[in-house]
């Protein structure tokens, strides 16, 4: 219930609060959030190009990556990347014109350089930002190698990631010219 002292307390904090809104609003903005520090800016400002522009150093390939996928991918996406609870990651290839497509990253995504910058900012689904470079290029390498798309042993890193040519680039269509 609403009593005398409850609303003297929210009549207390609607001066307050709004006294201490307005005091710092004169001349400097309107109060929404903190200046980030160039750390925090650095730690978000993590995308990678189509082109590859913005991938970091380190290396890796599918042999480095096997193990780094089944201690964090498998459980949702299955072993080798099929079969899993989440979203399918291997095979489908030529399906895409068929009346049951099946997109997945060999058999639709044009960009190798995006699987690499999906990865870093967004998996493992519950921990994402949590693997280091090296295992971002091995993983990487592991799910074009499974989906036919590279050697196991071919080194991705900033310069060789971009080269790969994946199977359905030339079926998307810009919607403006570039
Ligand atoms: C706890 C479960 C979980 C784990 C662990 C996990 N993922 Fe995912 N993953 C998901 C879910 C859920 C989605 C769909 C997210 C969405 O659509 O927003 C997804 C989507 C993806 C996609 C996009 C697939 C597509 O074609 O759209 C890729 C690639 C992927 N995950 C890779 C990985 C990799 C690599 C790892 C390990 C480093 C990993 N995931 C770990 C749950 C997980």
């Given at each position: 219930?609403?009593?005398p002292d409850?609303?003297?307390?929210?009549?207390?904090?609607?001066?307050?609060?709004?006294?201490?809104?307005?005091?710092?609003?004169?001349?400097?903005?309107?109060?929404?959030?903190?200046?980030?520090?160039?750390?925090?800016?650095?730690?978000?400002?993590?995308?990678?190009?189509?082109?590859?522009?913005?991938?970091?150093?380190?290396?890796?390939?599918?042999?480095?990556?096997?193990?780094?996928?089944?201690?964090?991918?498998?459980?949702?996406?299955?072993?080798?990347?099929?079969?899993?609870?989440?979203?399918?990651?291997?095979?489908?290839?030529?399906?895409?014109?068929?009346?049951?497509?099946?997109?997945?990253?060999?058999s639709y995504?044009?960009?190798?350089?995006?699987?690499?910058?999906?990865?870093?900012?967004?998996?493992?689904y519950q921990?994402?930002?949590?693997?280091?470079?090296?295992?971002?290029?091995?993983?990487?390498?592991?799910?074009?190698?499974?989906?036919?798309?590279?050697?196991?042993?071919?080194?991705?890193?900033?310069?060789?990631?971009?080269?790969?040519?994946?199977?359905?680039?030339?079926?998307?269509?810009?919607?403006?010219?570039?």
């Amino acid at each position: 219930m609403f009593t005398p002292d409850r609303w003297l307390g929210t009549a207390f904090c609607f001066i307050v609060c709004t006294s201490a809104a307005t005091g710092t609003w004169a001349g400097e903005g309107p109060s929404l959030g903190v200046e980030l520090s160039v750390d925090e800016v650095a730690a978000v400002d993590i995308t990678v190009m189509p082109d590859g522009e913005g991938l970091p150093a380190g290396s890796g390939n599918a042999k480095a990556g096997t193990s780094v996928y089944v201690a964090n991918c498998m459980a949702c996406h299955g072993e080798k990347g099929v079969g899993g609870v989440n979203d399918t990651l291997v095979g489908g290839h030529g399906t895409l014109t068929s009346d049951r497509p099946q997109k997945t990253i060999g058999s639709y995504w044009p960009y190798a350089t995006t699987l690499f910058d999906y990865v870093r900012r967004a998996m493992p689904y519950q921990t994402p930002g949590s693997l280091e470079n090296n295992e971002l290029y091995a993983v990487t390498a592991y799910l074009l190698h499974l989906n036919g798309i590279i050697e196991e042993d071919k080194i991705l890193n900033a310069e060789t990631l971009p080269e790969i040519e994946m199977p359905n680039r030339d079926n998307f269509v810009w919607a403006y010219s570039p």
